[in-house]
Structure formats: C-alpha cells, structure tokens
C-alpha cells in the first residue's frame, strides 16, 4: 500500500482555519484520499475523501494537489470539539481495507 | 440514526478467562470489521465480512482469537483463553460496501484489561 506522511502533532487557535497537511508521493491513480479523525475516548470517524479535484463537505474542505502527490484537509474554523488525531488515509478503489498510520494530532487552545 | 453499537464498553477480567465482545452494526450494512488500537501498534484490522461471510482474517493474532456474523445484525468476537498482551480498545465498524468510496462507521469501542 502507498504510504502517507503526516505531521505528529499541531496547534490551532479556536476559531481560525486549520490546514493539515498529507504527502502521499508513492499515490497511485486508483487510491482515494480518505480522512479520518478520532476523539478522545471514541472510535475513528470519517471526514471526507476525494480521488483528484477538490472536496467540499459539513466537516471539512479537501484540497487535492495537481500532481496528488499531496493533500490538504481544511477545518474552516476550528472548535474545542476538533481536537483529534486526524489520520490520512489512501484507499485502493476496490479494496475494502483502511490502513491507519500514526495520524496528526490536532490541539485547539481557546 | 443508530450508530454501531459496542458492549461491554469496559471488560476487566483475569488472565485465562474467555472474553466475548459484541456489535451490532448499522442496518443495512453489508461489511463489518473489527479493529484493534494498542499504544504500540496503533489501530489494526483484525477480520472482514462481507454479508456475513468471513472474507479476510489474516490479522487475527492467532488461535486464542475467533469472530463470528450469524446474522447481519449481529457479530462476536472472542478471545479464549485471554491473556495480559490482549489488552486494547477494540472497534467494530460497519460500511454499506467495500469500494474505496465507501467510508467505515466506528463504534465506541470496547476497552478491554486482561489483569
């Protein structure tokens, strides 16, 4: 499976966008970009995915690079409720497995 | 809308006992996984079914683990006799397919201490 790397941690400040980024440079051209998150003390939930233009849903934002060598999730404005780890995640188009790495986690001050 | 639904939400138990943990997926779904999270290995697919049917066990740890669907609405994973490296947070999740398009539903978890 193509790997992705992820910043072990970062800080936001409540109410200021959040860009977390992904390097996927092995992607191939059937692998989706899927996010998840996790809460303390709760299971994983999914964010959003995209394979290569720009995703826009309730949660978040996805930007795709040209060349989806990289991926960008954006939080709009960040909440208390946002800090999570977020992991990034590539998904074969057939294939029902989600490999988690270490994912990024996210701090929200106040 | 019914998420999927974990019990017990905490299992403590002594070393050797069986241990038997429970899920019951999203209605509808027709794929259900069960993951491990330890601190070292972080979180793991354990098995997949697929309609009922076990399609992928291979990161079931060993023999000591075994998962059953015997309805789509129901799923148990045991692990006899149970050990001390056995504890984790275990997770069953459900999904309305297996493409890449479609995203995985997590339970809470079960929290799950072999003293």
């Known amino acids: 499976d193509a790997k992705t790397t992820q910043p072990n941690s970062m800080e936001s400040n409540e109410e200021e966008p959040v860009h977390l980024p992904c390097n996927h440079s092995?992607?191939?051209?059937?692998?989706?970009i899927h996010w998840y998150r996790q809460l303390p003390s709760q299971g994983p939930e999914y964010v959003i995915h995209g394979l290569t233009s720009n995703v826009n849903n309730r949660m978040a934002s996805l930007a795709i690079a040209e060349d989806r060598k990289s991926s960008t999730l954006i939080l709009h404005r960040a909440t208390l409720r946002d800090a999570a780890v977020y992991y990034c995640?590539?998904?074969?188009?057939?294939?029902?497995?989600?490999?988690f790495g270490k994912g990024t986690l996210l701090t929200v001050n106040p | 809308d019914a998420g999927v639904i974990q019990s017990p939400r905490h299992e403590v138990t002594e070393m050797g006992q069986e241990v038997t943990l429970r899920c019951k997926p999203i209605?509808?779904?027709?794929?259900l996984f069960w993951y491990r999270q330890t601190m070292m290995r972080g979180l793991e697919l354990l098995i997949y079914?697929?309609?009922?049917?076990?399609?992928?066990d291979s990161g079931m740890p060993e023999d000591r683990f075994s998962a059953k669907m015997p309805n789509a609405s129901f799923s148990t994973l045991k692990i006899q006799p149970s050990e001390p490296r056995d504890s984790a947070v275990y997770f069953c999740?459900?999904?309305?397919?297996?493409?890449?398009?479609?995203?995985?539903?997590f339970g809470d978890g079960t929290r799950l201490s072999i003293l």
């Open positions: 209605s509808g779904h027709n794929s």
């Open positions: 999740a459900s999904s309305p397919g297996t493409g890449g398009t479609q995203p995985q539903h």
């Open positions: 079914f697929n309609n009922n049917v076990p399609i992928d």
């Open positions: 092995t992607i191939s051209g059937t692998d989706y």
């Open positions: 995640i590539l998904r074969r188009g057939s294939n029902y497995k989600l490999t």
